[in-house]
């Protein structure tokens, strides 16, 4: 029974950590129709200006989240102003071709700068931890936790009760509409895949305190990102909690009882089950 109990604190904090991570990816999948296949990559530098502000500048991880988020917002932002409208009206194979050559170009440039050396940052008291109910929590993984969850309510109340975020959303929901109300797309576009980015990297921070970075980590936080928003549905932050939620429970569970080897086979599996029984994902609108 301590064990399962472990397992399932395990999947709950892994899952909001996860939750974070497709938050970026669901809202400019949702806006701009478009799947950043370099949302990945995005989440991997997240994680190395994090690290390089720890290690160079020594800023506690979570004081230098806002930092970081603030550097990829400025990164996305200038992608999406430069590279990506250019696109936006192209048909999505066009928009997944440029997201994939540009996941791969940041993904080498990455190598490059910092190595194919796996980095971690390791505050002082990233061994912590305290016993709830015979389960053992580490305190930098409740700490990412809750902040995965706050940056995600944020969201939440940032796109229904600002007159940015109803502009978000509009354009979001009828182009035409929010044109004859006064947004400017373009703007509106670059904004949100800039909030996008800031996700990602503040997703990529946390990360690098709870795992290891690398160049290459960022396919497989792509897959997973992908997972999540189909499981939660796009249309609803709150959806992609219960995406997270889910896929981390679901990856902890087969680890403990089957094997970590088929966590990423279980992750699939379920993103097939979701799309044959709720094809809206579990709060969302169709994908």
């Known amino acids: 029974m301590n064990l399962l109990w472990q397992g399932i604190v395990n999947g709950v904090l892994l899952g909001g950590l996860y939750a974070l991570m497709a938050l970026g990816l669901a809202l400019v999948w949702g806006v701009l129709n478009i799947v950043n296949l370099a949302h990945g990559a995005l989440i991997m530098l997240g994680g190395y200006v994090c ?19 603030a550097v990829l ?16 009206r192209a048909p999505m194979f066009n ?8 996941d791969v170009v940041l993904t080498y440039a990455a190598q490059i700068a910092f190595s194919a050396d796996f980095r971690t940052v390791n505050p002082s008291y990233a061994g912590a931890n ?8 580490p305190v930098v993984r409740l700490l990412a936790f809750v902040i995965a969850l706050a940056l995600t309510f944020g969201l939440w109340l940032f796109l229904t009760r600002t007159p940015l975020g109803r502009a978000i959303r509009a354009t979001s929901q009828n182009l035409v509409a929010a044109r004859l109300y006064g947004v400017e797309p ?13 996700l990602a990297g503040a997703a990529g921070a946390l990360y690098g305190v709870v795992s290891q970075l690398n160049p290459y980590i960022g396919t497989s936080l792509t897959a997973k990102s992908f997972v999540i928003a189909i499981i939660g549905g796009l249309s609803n932050p709150l959806g992609v909690i219960v995406g997270g939620l889910v896929l981390g429970l ?8 089957i094997g970590a080897t088929y966590t990423n086979v279980a992750s699939f599996g379920i993103l097939v089950l979701v799309l044959i029984v709720r094809p809206t994902g579990l709060l969302g609108r169709t994908a």
């Open 95 to 102: 928009t997944l071709l440029i997201t994939f050559g540009l």
């Open 51 to 69: 690290y390089y502000l720890f290690t160079g500048a020594h800023i506690d991880p979570f004081v230098a989240l806002p930092i970081t988020a």
């Open 130 to 137: 305290f016993s709830l109910l015979g389960a053992t929590v």
């Open 73 to 88: 917002f400025v990164v996305g932002y200038a992608i999406q102003r430069r590279l990506l409208n250019l696109v936006i």
């Open 250 to 257: 679901v990856e902890s569970m087969t680890s403990l009882y």
């Open 186 to 198: 373009r703007r509106i576009y670059a904004l949100t895949f800039g909030i996008g980015a800031a």
